[in-house]
């Protein structure tokens, strides 16, 4: 993480992370394995998100709202696996109110 943030720095960019929402830990069918080496997806993020902290790298967390829906609405943003244009849509509208500013060169501090 710490070399790409140096990469995207040395054109002139500024490098965060987005966590998408996963079905295999919101909206989980049957036989969708729901971790590999012992770990699942919110256990990735943990990880991720502590990763990111230490080199202070921005993380887009689109999973813990995603999380607050109702099943239904869950089921909606995935096809089997990928997001649906609604998953997107969701995705977008989570992301916008931080990444406007950051177009803008108003970024909180």
Same mark, same amino acid.
């Given at each position: 993480?710490? +070399?790409? @943030? &140096?990469?995207?720095? =040395? %054109?002139?960019? @500024?490098?965060?992370? %987005?966590?998408?929402?996963?079905?295999?830990?919101? =909206?989980? #069918?049957?036989?969708?394995?729901? &971790?590999?080496?012992?770990?699942? *997806?919110?256990?990735?993020? #943990?990880?991720?998100? +502590? %990763?990111?902290?230490?080199?202070?790298?921005?993380? $887009?967390? /689109?999973?813990?709202?995603? =999380?607050?829906? =109702?099943?239904?609405?869950?089921? *909606?943003? $995935? *096809? $089997?696996?990928?997001? /649906?244009?609604?998953?997107? &849509? $969701? %995705?977008?509208?989570?992301? /916008?109110?931080?990444? +406007?500013?950051?177009?803008?060169?108003? +970024? @909180?501090?």
């Amino acid at each position: 993480m710490s +070399e790409m @943030k &140096k990469e995207s720095a =040395s %054109v002139g960019s @500024k490098f965060a992370v %987005v966590a998408l929402p996963v079905r295999s830990a919101l =909206s989980i #069918r049957k036989g969708m394995d729901q &971790k590999f080496c012992d770990m699942d *997806y919110n256990d990735e993020l #943990r990880m991720l998100k +502590e %990763v990111c902290s230490q080199d202070n790298i921005p993380v $887009f967390d /689109t999973q813990n709202p995603a =999380s607050k829906l =109702s099943e239904l609405d869950k089921d *909606y943003l $995935f *096809y $089997f696996v990928h997001l /649906t244009p609604r998953g997107h &849509k $969701f %995705v977008a509208s989570q992301l /916008t109110p931080a990444i +406007e500013p950051l177009l803008a060169g108003k +970024e @909180k501090k």
